[in-house]
């Protein structure tokens, strides 16, 4: 397919930058396609874990939520390790593409053995397995995360491409989590969970295939030097936004126990399991209409800012559904789904912001490190997981719950049940929003600064067009 070439006006009406679009349609397909395959393993387990391992096998929460800790502990190592690596990879099938193929194909194994844990085992035996296959899931996840996101910015420099291709892939993803939400509690109630992930392993596995064939690497510079530990350091003081950015989210996400929490709600509050799917959709739906409409409304409107306000709805609508409590279901799933919005403007928004430092730690430092950046994505969102999983796992601990019991719940464990679902996220997301304005990157310096990264303008050109000082 033939480069389509737009004219887009410079900031305060400075001269005209010419933008350049790459991908054919298969490709931006193929992307977003990807991101359906991935999201059902990563969204099955981070949704679904916790379920599994405490009201089916039943593992204590607490002893769950070390698991996942440790995990991420073991992912803080491996990831930016794992950054270098491709940063270093100049390998004949391309830089990032090897890499997919190989989770493509292994992924799918490794989220079959984490459901195949045998109910007869000990506690010990159930523990010991658990935190195995779990450890090994995120591994095989890392060398799938890193490369995919790294991938955008080699099929096209063009940042409003690149946030097309990351918005079609955030869309994919809550595609999957529609799929999930729809098929899992009664793929589950009908087959079992192992059933259940073999089926699900295979629908993925077959979505993730075409990106392999599609995909074209063209901007990857195969003469840069070898990235080392140094480097990784060097060029994250140099890279503030790209701590700030994280450090924000990571704030944000230490009390996001929601993700942990909400099947119990489900399951106790709204009426049983058969639940689950219902409120997961009431919850998804908006956020796949809000990612629908964010490309078209980045256009008009700064993402950073787009961002922001997708993180106050969500604290506002959190606060209300925590007083209006759950006994009304119509009051409940309105108030759910308007957090749904907010949460959609800040799930897809924030997967865009690291294509972004790219191009700033480029501008800054001279050098291209997409898998030191994404590596960091991706250990931002690992970490996020991690420590709101295991504070989940030992929160339920701490207000007694106990997965062999039948319903109802003590009305301790009820009441703090609920705490944890709506009341403490807000927390993380208040205290991450001082840290989060002080970032300063804005869209059209980015694609002011990856013309220049590019030698499509000199150096003295940028440093005019720019509309502050970096």
Not at 76 to 87: H, K, W
Not at 237 to 259: A, E, P
Request: proline share 4%; hydrophobic share 50%; glycine share 8%.
């Amino acid at each position: 397919m033939a480069d389509v070439s737009r004219q887009t006006a410079g900031p305060d009406n400075r001269p005209a930058l010419k933008e350049i679009f790459h991908t054919s349609i298969p490709e931006r397909i193929s992307y977003g396609a990807y991101f359906v395959g991935q999201n059902i393993f990563y969204l099955f387990v981070m949704q679904f874990l916790m379920l599994f391992y405490t009201d089916y096998r039943f593992i204590a929460p607490a002893a769950v939520g070390i698991i996942f800790l440790v995990a991420r502990v073991w992912d803080a190592v491996n990831d930016p390790m794992f950054g270098v690596i491709v940063d270093k990879s100049h390998l004949k099938s391309g830089k990032f593409k090897p890499w997919i193929a190989i989770s493509t194909f292994f992924i799918p194994i490794a989220t079959i053995a984490i459901f195949a844990l045998p109910e007869g085992f000990s506690p010990t035996a159930k523990i010991g397995y658990a935190a195995a296959t779990y450890i090994l899931f995120g591994m095989l996840y890392t060398i799938c995360d890193v490369p995919i996101f790294a991938l955008a910015t080699a099929m096209t420099n063009n940042i409003q491409e690149r946030t097309t291709l990351i918005a079609i892939g955030r869309v994919a993803a809550t595609i999957a989590m529609v799929v999930l939400s729809i098929m899992v509690m009664p793929l589950v109630m009908a087959r079992g969970w192992l059933t259940a992930a073999i089926i699900l392993a295979i629908i993925a596995f077959l979505v993730m295939l075409p990106i392999n064939i599609f995909a074209k690497e063209r901007f990857v510079d195969k003469n840069a030097p070898a990235v080392t530990l140094r480097d990784i350091v060097n060029y994250l003081f140099h890279n503030k936004y790209l701590l700030i950015f994280y450090l924000s989210n990571i704030i944000y996400n230490l009390t996001n126990t929601s993700m942990t929490t909400g099947n119990y709600v489900a399951k106790y509050f709204l009426g049983g399991e058969h639940m689950i799917p219902v409120q997961m959709l009431v919850f998804i739906v908006p956020m796949l209409i809000v990612s629908i409409f964010l490309p078209a409304l980045s256009k008009k409107v700064d993402k950073f800012h787009l961002f922001v306000t997708g993180l106050i709805i969500n604290i506002v609508f959190s606060v209300f559904g925590y007083f209006a409590g759950y006994r009304n279901l119509t009051v409940y799933f309105t108030l759910g789904a308007l957090r749904g919005i907010g949460g959609g403007f800040s799930m897809v928004m924030g997967f865009m912001f690291a294509a972004d430092c790219v191009e700033y730690g480029n501008y800054k430092t001279g050098k291209r490190a997409e898998g030191i950046t994404f590596s960091i994505q991706t250990f931002a969102t690992k970490m996020m997981g991690a420590v709101s999983g295991a504070l989940g796992g030992i929160a339920l601990t701490l207000v007694g719950y106990d997965g062999s019991l039948s319903a109802p719940l003590p009305e301790h464990t009820a009441r703090g049940l609920w705490n944890i679902s709506l009341l403490f996220p807000v927390i993380g997301m208040v205290l991450c929003l001082p840290v989060l304005f002080r970032y300063k990157l804005r869209d059209k310096d980015v694609q002011i600064m990856a013309k220049c990264n590019q030698n499509q303008i000199s150096r003295e050109e940028a440093e005019r067009l720019l509309s502050r000082k970096y």
